[in-house]
Structures are given as C-alpha cells and as structure tokens.
C-alpha cells in the first residue's frame, strides 16, 4: 500500500494493549492523531526542512512532564500552559534556582604592575561547566597620582587541562562580556579565571566568571 505515489487510509485501533510502529515517508506528510488511555507513551523522532508541530496535553492527573529536545538554526516556540504553578526560564536561570550555579573569581590588591592573580576550579566528574559570562576591572590603589593614568589589564578564561585560552580580553579600567554560546569546560578538567595588572605601579585588580554545571 505504501508504495503507490498517492495514499490515503483512515485507521481506528481498539484494544487493551495496541503497538503501532510505522515508517512514513513522503514529500507531504500529515498525521492527525487523537488519543486516550490510561497510560500514554509516544516517542517521536522528527527531522525535516520544514516542521510544524501542534500539541494539545490535557491530564486529568496531577502532573505533565514533557521533555523537548530541539536543534536548529531558529526555533519558535508558542505555549498556552493551564497550571496552577508554572515557571519557565532560560536554561541560567534555571540552574540558579536549581543551586548548580558557578562563580569564580580571582583578585588582588596592590598588585604590581605585570603581575597576575589566578583562580582555579576542577569540574566535577560527570558533568560540564556552562560558563556565561566573564568580567573584571583593574582600579586604582594609589591616591591621584595615579588616578589620570590609564588603568590597563589583560584578563583570560583558561583551561589548564588542555592549555587552551577558552576567551581573553585587554583594556582599561574593566569589562563586562555574556556570551551567546557558552563556554564549555568538560567533567574532571580544570578552568583558571586570570587577570594582569598594567596599570599604575600597584593596584587592585578582580576578574570573575559565572556559569553552571550540569
């Protein structure tokens, strides 16, 4: 039946237990669904140019649990959520509340001038590090003396595992950077947030990086 060019058939399933695999393959496909039961599970694996999908959940029970997986170069997504508690969130956000959030930070006062001050962190076996943003300022400690003179730094995100520079940055005064993608330390690997003074003769310098690990 599936071999002819056009084909169309109406199907209607009763039964206690029911297992419909299938392997549809067309350049127009629709495949309206309705279905009750006790007990529902349909996993589905979708790939195409084109794809709209429509999905209507009503639960007489207590909990819907629905995990998405989506990858593409532009997603939209349009949701109507009935709860009497829902919370949707980027996934940063999510791992704040979650407590799987990371900080580190290093900095120094009266650091000299080309010296550096370094933090370090191992990721924990198992999971990754998303980082997400990285700041830092070099400012001064003297008095004016040194106050018109331009406060210059150089500040990186260092995997010292594989002696890779993950993002580095140079100025004056300080920086604020959020990365579109994350930067992505593996489990067991280690990151190092360093900066260095180029400034007055000796002045206070602090780098940061936030992120989170899952």
């Known amino acids: 039946m599936a071999d002819y060019a056009d084909w169309t058939e109406s199907i209607e399933l009763l039964g206690s237990e029911i297992m419909v695999p299938f392997d549809v393959q067309g350049a127009y496909i629709q495949v309206p669904m309705d279905l009750q039961g006790a007990l529902i599970q349909m996993p589905v694996d979708i790939q195409g140019q084109y794809i709209t999908l429509d999905i209507n959940i009503?639960?007489?029970a207590a909990d819907?649990?629905?995990n998405v997986n989506i990858t593409a170069s532009a997603v939209t997504i349009n949701m109507d959520i009935k709860a009497q508690s829902v919370g949707i969130q980027l996934n940063p956000e999510w791992q704040v509340v979650q407590g799987t959030?990371?900080?580190l930070a290093a900095g120094g006062s009266n650091v000299a001038f080309g010296d550096s001050v370094t933090a370090s962190y191992t990721v924990t076996?198992?999971?990754k590090l998303y980082i997400t943003e990285f700041s830092g300022s070099n400012f001064i400690t003297e008095s004016a003396t040194g106050a018109n003179r331009v406060q210059g730094f150089f500040a990186d995100i260092y995997n010292a595992t594989t002696a890779t520079r993950l993002f580095s940055v140079g100025g004056s005064w300080g920086f604020a950077i959020s990365f579109s993608q994350p930067k992505v330390v593996p489990a067991g690997q280690q990151v190092q947030v360093r900066?260095?003074?180029y400034g007055y003769a000796v002045n206070n310098?602090?780098?940061e990086l936030i992120g989170y690990e899952v």
């Open 58 to 60: 009503e639960s007489v």
């Open 64 to 66: 819907v649990t629905l």
């Open 101 to 103: 959030h990371k900080r």
């Open 125 to 127: 076996a198992g999971k």
């Open 195 to 197: 900066i260095w003074q």
């Open 205 to 207: 310098v602090q780098a």
